[in-house]
Nanobody, 126 residues
């Protein structure tokens, strides 16, 4: 069973940066698509970024393109989300999820991701 644990969230000022980490256990990270989702209070969950299994192709929501970067460390079985130029609208709980799909660019819905972490809070505020 795939288990995921997020870390790295916190409080940051607008314009600041954070790096979220997703530790994967029970499976080899490069065999799964890993996707970051986020959910703000009162809003629907939205996909943020994904990285495909095998070839590590990536995809980003328009709202974070150019500011966020997803990456994977196969040796450490980790996935990261580097978030730069953070804005108050980025405030949310961020979740990483794993799914046995490829490429992730064709599987945007949370439906396809069957293992989830518990989330990490990101708050962007002055």
């Amino acid at each position: 069973q795939v288990q995921l644990v997020e870390s790295g969230g916190g409080l940051v000022q607008p314009g600041g940066s954070l790096r979220l980490s997703c530790a994967v256990s029970g499976a080899t990270v490069e065999h799964y698509a890993i996707k970051w989702f986020r959910q703000a209070p009162g809003k629907e969950r939205e996909g943020v970024s994904c990285i495909s299994s095998v070839d590590a192709t990536t995809d980003y929501a328009n709202s974070v393109k150019g500011r966020f970067t997803i990456s994977r460390d196969n040796a450490k079985n980790m996935v990261y989300l580097q978030m730069n130029s953070l804005q108050p609208e980025d405030t949310a709980v961020y979740y990483c999820a794993a799914g046995p799909v490829h490429p992730c660019t064709l599987y945007s819905s949370a439906y396809y991701y069957d293992s989830w972490g518990e989330g990490t809070q990101v708050t962007v505020s002055s």
